[in-house]
């Protein structure tokens, strides 16, 4: 299998594991030059933008510690273009960044993971 299914079934395990705890998918996969979003979703009234990361195993690295300074960057101005193209109200609506790693089969998730960074 090669990297890109992978991502791809790690991606919908994350959706999974996110509807389980009641989450509403927005979105996936929200790509524009600077970067990308892997999931948009809704925690009640909070739009949530998730970054997953999958390693097999250690030798790589913890896939937590690949959502550096520089993905975040990534991820923010994927977020605030997200924002804009859809309308949504800054002022009215709360947003936050999360991170879900796989080592494995183990899952963890970072609620609000890191703040945005411009």
Request: no cysteine; hydrophobic share 40%.
């Amino acid at each position: 299998m090669n990297k890109r299914k992978v991502g791809q079934s790690k991606e919908e395990l994350a959706v999974k594991f996110l509807q389980d705890k009641g989450y509403f998918i927005i979105q996936t996969n929200f790509r524009i030059k600077q970067g990308e979003i892997d999931i948009v979703a809704r925690d009640g009234s909070t739009i949530v933008f998730v970054e997953v990361k999958y390693r097999s195993g250690l030798g790589s690295g913890n896939p937590l510690e690949a959502v550096d300074m520089h993905k975040q960057k990534q991820i923010s101005k994927a977020a605030l273009f997200y924002i804009n193209k859809n309308k949504i109200s800054m002022d009215n609506t709360a947003f936050r960044f999360d991170v879900i790693g796989i080592l494995g089969n183990e899952i963890t998730h970072i609620v609000n993971a890191f703040d945005y960074v411009g």
